[in-house]
């Protein structure tokens, strides 16, 4: 397993204190995993299966890391088998990699196909945020209490196109290109991992940028400002990104709490 940090990450503190040492999670990781730490902005040269040389930031670039922690989970062969952009709980990374080793899915069962279309290729003046969610869905609901309640949030969310997908009742779903598929096996092939997850489009239909891990305001808000503003297009790395933001918030005499 590969895992990306960078120093002074609050999220990849309480993975390494909270949620590594957990005994279920300690001892599942150490039975089918070996744990190969590396920093998104170090030198350390790495080499990979086929022989070739990379530094920490060059792998993490090459990858399109744009979170910390992100674990990226390999076979034998060293080929990707899941990916797990961002801070997991306890309970949630435990249910999570337990999935990965029994060979489960990490999205809900959906209730066969439902009736629904759910149209992601209207023509828009504006960018579209999908949020991909399930019915009972702890996570979800905490999420819509928690972040998208704020004003802010929903200040920043009216420059959006929003559509909710219920991955639980399985609508369809129109793409950009006119394809048409099940909600359910459109986030298989996204790799969604983790709920609720948004989709970030452009107003014309490409994906720029995606949050599908458990964030709070600050990085949530950064993100829908990231998109809206199209500062993706100047900067791709959204880390540099969340860096300059909170550097511009200070400057202004305001603190930052990236875990409010």
């Known amino acids: 397993m590969l895992y990306?940090?960078?120093?002074?990450?609050?999220?990849?503190?309480?993975l390494v204190t909270q949620?590594?040492?957990?005994?279920?999670?300690?001892?599942?990781?150490?039975?089918?995993?070996?744990?190969?730490?590396?920093?998104?902005?170090?030198s350390r040269i790495v080499t990979l299966q086929d022989g070739t040389e990379l530094e920490e930031r060059q792998l993490a670039a090459m990858l399109k890391v744009q979170y910390t922690p992100t674990l990226i989970f390999l076979d034998e062969t060293g080929t990707p088998e899941r990916?797990?952009?961002?801070?997991?709980?306890?309970e949630a990374f435990l249910e999570l990699v337990t999935g990965l080793v029994n060979g489960k899915s990490a999205l809900p069962?959906?209730?066969?196909?439902?009736?629904?279309?759910?149209?992601l290729g209207m023509k828009a003046d504006r960018p579209v945020a999908v949020q991909l969610v399930a019915t009972d869905c702890a996570a979800c609901e905490g999420f819509s209490k928690e972040v998208l309640s704020r004003e802010d949030t929903q200040a920043l969310l009216s420059g959006y196109r929003r559509l909710d997908v219920n991955l639980t009742e399985n609508p369809m779903v129109k793409l950009p290109d006119g394809t048409t598929v099940a909600a359910g096996q459109w986030a298989r092939e996204l790799?969604?991992?983790y709920l609720p997850a948004w989709i970030f489009l452009d107003s014309a239909g490409k994906?720029?940028?995606?949050?599908?891990?458990?964030?709070?305001a600050f990085h949530f808000n950064s993100a829908l400002q990231y998109v809206a503003s199209g500062a993706y297009k100047g900067q791709p790395e959204f880390q540099r990104y969340l860096h300059d933001q909170a550097d511009q918030i200070r400057k202004s005499g305001n603190s930052v709490d990236i875990l409010e």
């Open 4 to 14: 990306f940090h960078q120093e002074g990450c609050p999220y990849c503190y309480n």
């Open 19 to 42: 949620v590594f040492p957990e005994p279920r999670v300690d001892a599942l990781m150490a039975d089918n995993y070996e744990l190969i730490e590396l920093d998104i902005w170090g």
């Open 83 to 90: 990916r797990v952009d961002g801070y997991r709980p306890p």
């Open 109 to 119: 069962a959906a209730e066969g196909v439902g009736d629904q279309i759910i149209d």
């Open 191 to 193: 790799g969604i991992s």
């Open 207 to 216: 994906e720029q940028f995606r949050v599908d891990a458990y964030v709070r």
